[in-house]
């Protein structure tokens, strides 16, 4: 019977049957379980968490020029971290098989912009493949790597958030061994000297020309025939989608989409009375077609903004026929409903170090990881959210052009080992002033606890050398390094309010683990005294969901969501709340 | 016309809407459905609202639910169903855990959590299935069981697949120690 896999659990598993050595990636929503699942296959293939997605390319790239097959897991954003290698590996090629799987958050469920990847094999001129269900993704790992092989390019997978975390039946195959020859010393080949680099782009452009001849005949690529008064040309997870809400259409279903198989689109587009193209992002295959000649709809009825769905593309399919779209039986009435965004967690360690920083007027620069839900309400104690790492080197420029405040950056610990170490660097080397706050929660927990350069495992389960954050700033030139327990909330504010008002930089690195990952810190839940409590409403400042106040109810605190952290504790000013930490 | 049938779970992060949401699509691979699911993870996976997403037939092509699509909705918290309401087909089954969950915006007071949740929900919904499904995997030793029980009653809804292959579902998707538990959590959702 066959499986039921996500499809990030069947790229895992295609990689396995497609005889890869070796897998790296960095953990990224929704690219993460990538590797989660191949360590299944450990014993066949070699994993690794890469401190970074540039580092993970770069491993995987060295891997596929020394013959052996492997894949790069990361997610769009990612991708934009490992262009540089990307741009230039896709000169030198490869000789054994690369498939670069790159996962895209269409609607921003978990990432800070949309991205659409397809936009990079454009740009390096690569192959692309997109599969639409977990089976596919699986066999397209194996047709990617024989592509990559064959036509010694690396090749991107490019998979949604809809296909990597819906779960559909696979069937499996088996492993099929290759073997390297080792590396092969060729300078004109491997070294991207200027020289060398003029000859490998004509070869660029001659790979491109052989990959349109590959894509017009690859079986990833399918028309399937039916009224020919539509035809639509679907990209992706987007052909499911198609399939339903125009059962009786006539489809060209793209898997294989890069460089654009125009023979077959050509001869699609001439079997069809109307031409639409279903694509999620951007227009990219719209504008090719029109570029062609060829008539067709798509932005105009399909929208480029967030992901697509059964649901937008009845709208879409409604207004090309020039009526008004049907309407659900029921309304959500969502405006009728309290939100309920996501939080920092009862019990998370990193509620400790922002409630202190609400205490101080100043800028605070931070990046992407849970400690972004300390940019909202109550606590409100992020100001800037760029990219992983910015938190420390916004710091640095916001000081540098003369903010009137002081600036704080935070970054978390692995985000640190991502790219914070070099903003760092950066401040001591020019002599900034900012304060550098590292969230440690020995973990990378908002993508599910995976494992980095600072937690002493490896992604195999192996113990590692534990690397030291207080280590490394020193030998970047910090001079004022300290280490918290941002439950003690005394402790914090005074260490917070030194480092601040220091005339130099400073790190300061928040340590106490994820509560979510590590439960030994788990004490008995804390209790409300309703006698005590004055309704003053101080401890809801802390912004815990443990914590319930309902309109003009004292507030009351969940036995179920409390981890007794013992923080609303300190806060409180008439003793009401015991039970917790140091009782 | 498709013979997909569409589930629609939505609740609290942490809640146990993945689990109920693989018990579900496995009870449908066992009883020879082709399936596919959807979830959440990532950022709203951090005590914000969620929901998972379950279809099955001959064949099912997307994973998502299409809104007026879904054949039963569960809500594992006295409001969740009322935020995913427009994913309901008309007069499809609903069942609700009338426990409640109070929001961080509420205890902020940005926002009021409904007083007549229940009569919001019996005023919209003719189907509805409204139990305390959380007081029930207590009685059994477990509040954590709570999604089983919801989902137990839910399963009364989907009528292709057998009681037979929900319980052969629960076996292979819990942990060894806690198959007891959840078979009894799912039979007492399914007898209310």
């Avoid at chain 1, 070699?46 to 897991?73: F, Q």
């Avoid at chain 1, 590396?183 to 000297?193: L, N, P, S």
């Avoid at chain 1, 006539?250 to 079997?271: E, H, M, N, R, T």
């Avoid at chain 1, 804390?526 to 443990?546: F, H, Q, T, V």
Wanted: proline share 4%; glycine share 10%.
């Amino acid at each position: 019977m066959a499986e039921l896999l996500s499809g990030n659990a069947a790229i895992a598993r295609g990689a396995y049957e497609a005889g890869a050595v070796l897998a790296a990636g960095y953990p990224g929503t929704p690219s993460t379980e990538i590797l989660e699942n191949a360590v299944k296959y450990k014993d066949d293939i070699y994993l690794e968490w890469a401190p970074n997605e540039k580092v993970a390319l770069e491993v995987g790239a060295a891997a596929a020029m020394g013959g052996t097959r492997s894949i790069v897991t990361m997610k769009h954003v990612g991708l934009n971290v490992a262009a540089d290698p990307l741009m230039t590996l896709a000169y030198i090629g490869v000789e054994g098989g690369l498939v670069i799987c790159v996962a895209d958050d269409p609607g921003m469920h978990s990432s800070q912009n949309e991205q659409d990847t397809r936009n990079y094999a454009k740009f390096a001129r690569l192959p692309i493949f997109e599969p639409t269900s977990s089976q596919e993704a699986k066999d397209f790992v194996a047709m990617a790597m024989e592509v990559s092989e064959k036509h010694k390019t690396p090749v991107l997978l490019r998979s949604t958030t809809r296909v990597s975390h819906s779960r559909s039946l696979v069937e499996l195959g088996e492993r099929q061994e290759h073997k390297s020859k080792g590396f092969q010393k060729d300078v004109q080949r491997f070294v991207t000297v200027p020289a060398f680099s003029r000859q490998m782009r004509l070869k660029v452009e001659k790979r491109t020309a052989e990959l349109k001849a590959e894509a017009e005949s690859s079986p990833a690529n399918k028309i399937e025939m039916g009224d020919k008064s539509l035809g639509i040309i679907a990209c992706g997870i987007t052909y499911q989608y198609v399939k339903e809400v125009w059962p009786e259409a006539s489809v060209l279903k793209l898997g294989f989409s890069q460089p654009w198989p125009d023979d077959l689109i050509g001869k699609f587009a001439g079997d069809v009375d109307k031409l639409l193209v279903v694509e999620e992002l951007d227009p990219l295959l719209e504008e090719h077609i029109k570029a062609m000649g060829i008539e067709c709809h798509g932005r105009d009825a399909v929208s480029g903004i967030g992901e697509l769905s059964v649901s937008t593309l009845r709208e879409s399919r409604a207004k090309l026929e020039g009526r008004p779209a049907e309407k659900p039986a029921y309304e959500n009435n969502a405006d009728k409903l309290p939100g309920r965004p996501p939080v920092l967690c009862a019990g998370c360690p990193h509620r400790g170090v922002f409630y202190a920083l609400t205490k101080h007027d100043v800028v605070v620069a931070g990046d992407i990881g849970c400690y972004s839900l300390g940019a909202f309400k109550p606590l409100e104690r992020l100001d800037i959210i760029l990219c992983m790492g910015g938190g420390v080197s916004m710091a640095h420029g916001l000081d540098k052009a003369g903010e009137k405040k002081k600036v704080v950056g935070i970054v978390g610990d692995s985000t640190f080992f991502h790219s914070g170490i070099t903003g760092l660097l950066d401040i001591a080397y020019n002599k900034g002033k900012s304060t550098i706050i590292v969230v440690d929660n020995r973990t990378t927990a908002m993508t599910g606890h995976q494992d980095h350069p600072g937690t002493g495992r490896t992604l195999m389960g192996e113990p590692t050398v534990e690397a030291s954050i207080e280590d490394i700033g020193r030998a970047c030139g910090i001079k004022r390094i300290r280490t918290l327990n941002p439950y003690d909330q005394q402790a914090t504010q005074k260490a917070l309010d030194e480092e601040i008002n220091a005339d130099e930089a400073s790190l300061v690195i928040s340590k106490a683990p994820c509560i979510l990952h590590d439960r030994s810190g788990v004490k008995p839940a804390l209790e409300i005294d309703s006698e005590l409590c004055k309704n003053c409403r101080m401890c809801l400042k802390l912004g815990c969901p443990a914590i319930e106040a309902s309109e003009g109810e004292k507030p009351s605190i969940s036995s179920i969501l409390c981890t007794g952290c013992g923080l609303c504790r300190q806060i409180c000013k008439f003793g009401a709340i015991s039970g917790g930490e140091n009782e | 016309m498709s013979d997909t049938t569409s589930v629609v779970l939505a609740g609290v992060g942490g809640q146990g809407i993945l689990l109920a949401s693989e018990i579900t699509a496995q009870a449908a691979r066992i009883s020879g459905f082709d399936v596919k699911t959807n979830e959440v993870h990532g950022m709203a996976q951090r005590g914000g609202s969620v929901i998972a997403q379950i279809r099955y037939g001959t064949k099912v092509h997307s994973p998502l639910v299409a809104k007026g699509e879904a054949k039963v909705l569960g809500g594992l918290e006295r409001i969740a169903a009322i935020r995913y309401a427009d994913y309901l087909s008309k007069g499809g089954l609903v069942a609700v855990n009338s426990q409640m969950m109070v929001p961080v915006t509420v205890s902020m007071g940005m926002g009021e959590y409904p007083a007549d949740a229940e009569k919001m929900l019996r005023d919209k919904f003719e189907n509805l299935i409204y139990i305390d499904a959380s007081e029930e995997a207590k009685k059994l030793g477990n509040v954590k069981a709570a999604n089983v029980v919801l989902l137990g009653a839910l399963s009364k809804g989907l009528d292709k697949l057998s009681e037979e292959a929900w319980l052969e579902a629960v076996k292979i998707s819990v942990k060894p120690k806690f198959i007891d538990l959840n078979i009894k959590a799912f039979k007492t959702g399914r007898e209310i």
